[in-house]
Nanobody
Framework: QVQLVESGGGLVQAGDSLRVSCAAS???????MGWFRQAPGKEREFVAA????????YYADSVKGRFTISRDNGKNTVYLQMNSLKVEDTAVYYC???????????????????WGQGTQVTVSA
């Protein structure tokens, strides 16, 4: 089993930056990881993903150029650096782990078997 714990969410103003983190425990941290978000009344949507060795990264069009996903396998942690935040980025952000993939990552929520509890990110105008 893998446990994922997000941290770093909060309330910021539009244009600000924020970094959220996801700490993993329970097994060797060499598998694909993803970030998803869910706003009230909306479905969970893909934000970014990274392969096990960080060779490959993937982004939703809505965050490309503003968000950066990275990982530190020595610390069993994946990060999401969010710059130039917009009001529409407001959501609960979830990290997810896909132990079936190491060299690639999927953008489909169904591809991830492990999920964190989420961290709230609120961007005010």
């Amino acid at each position: 089993q893998v446990q994922l714990v997000e941290s770093g969410g909060g309330l910021v103003q539009a244009g600000d930056s924020l970094r959220v983190s996801c700490a993993a425990s329970g097994r060797t941290f060499n598998f694909a990881m993803g970030w998803f978000r869910q706003a009230p009344g909306k479905e969970r949507e893909f934000v970014a993903a990274i392969s096990g060795s960080a060779t490959n990264t993937y982004y939703a069009d809505s965050v490309k150029g503003r968000f950066t996903i990275s990982r530190d396998n020595g610390k069993n942690t994946v990060y999401l650096q969010m710059n130039s935040l917009k009001v529409e980025d407001t959501a609960v952000y979830y990290c997810a782990g896909d132990p079936t993939r190491k060299t690639t990552a999927t953008m489909r929520p169904a591809g991830y078997g492990y999920w964190g509890q989420g961290t709230q990110v609120t961007v005010s105008a």
